[in-house]
């Protein structure tokens, strides 16, 4: 099966460059299926309805969210009625959080894929621990068994945090994949138990900013330390930024992963398929 998961997009610009780029990704690659991080969706926080379906409109199967879940309160209960947008599974139980961290997605031509969503504890405002919230996801839903593909999107500061936990579901998940840090890494691999990894995803945003958001008042913060204008996303042409993978079909685990970048500034990579001509 072929996969894609794109990082957070961020605002418009983000958006304008996703569903540009998706509609003929989604052929390139013949994708059968997408997870996009939308926590910045909504001018860099949060997630709105009208927001989340332009993404599916674009043809994103499902959305992630992260610690920005809830800037825009309507996410509150929009999620309760949207079982392809997930918050966070790791909310402490007495929270009785909106939605869902993780749901089990048919596929038009049969497949099943798993996805769950996890916001790490590493120098973040920390949910329940991340690692026991995914082993009990895995366990009931195992890879091959209950679902033909799993994805994890670990949303975390800590580049440690998501390589652990791509080593502790190394062999039970297809894909783990990092967001939150909006900087794609290169280090996508195929673990050695099959899982296919990179740290972070990267974000679909304009590059000539920081981490998506205008350069300008980031830098005066960092600068002056006084507080000033709100943080509004960078408005230049967005990058769009993800990984691509392919499964076995007869394990669910890997076989190749590879990033994908288009537009904006950073260097172009869309994965070559045999017998697929590039557009
Ligand atoms: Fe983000
Ligand atoms: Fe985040």
Redesign the pocket.
């Known amino acids: 099966m072929r996969l894609a998961f794109f990082g957070?997009v961020i605002g418009r610009p983000g958006r304008e460059a996703l569903t540009t780029h998706l509609p003929s990704l989604r052929r390139r690659l013949g994708l059968e299926f997408v997870v996009v991080?939308a926590?910045?969706v909504a001018s860099g926080f949060g997630v709105t309805e009208k927001t989340a379906e332009e993404l599916f409109d674009a043809g994103a199967d499902c959305l992630t969210l992260?610690n920005?879940s809830w800037d825009q309160r309507e996410a509150l209960t929009y999620i309760d009625r949207e079982p392809r947008l997930l918050r966070p599974i790791n909310y402490p139980r007495l929270s009785n959080a909106p939605g869902r961290g993780a749901y089990a997605y048919d596929t038009p031509s049969g497949g099943r894929v798993f996805v769950v969503s996890v916001l790490g504890r590493v120098h973040m405002d920390s949910l329940d621990d991340p690692f026991s919230a995914v082993d009990h996801q895995l366990e009931s839903c195992p890879l091959g068994v209950g679902c033909d593909a799993l994805i994890v999107d670990m949303h975390c500061e800590a580049t440690s945090e998501k390589m652990g936990m791509g080593h502790f579901c190394d062999g039970r998940a297809s894909l783990v994949v990092g967001?939150?840090t909006?900087v794609p890494t290169a280090d996508a691999q195929v673990l050695p138990g099959g899982t296919a990894y990179q740290t972070d995803a990267g974000?679909c945003a304009d590059y000539d900013s920081v981490i998506g958001m205008g350069k300008e008042e980031a830098v005066r913060r960092f600068t002056t330390r006084l507080p000033g204008a709100r943080h509004q996303p960078a408005t230049g042409p967005a990058t769009v930024c993800g990984v691509f993978v392919e499964t076995d079909p007869r394990t669910g685990l890997a076989i190749r992963i590879e990033p994908i970048r288009i537009g904006g500034r950073l260097m172009a990579h869309v994965p070559k398929l045999e017998g697929v001509a590039a557009e």
């Open positions: 957070d991080n926590e910045n992260g920005h967001t939150h909006h974000a």
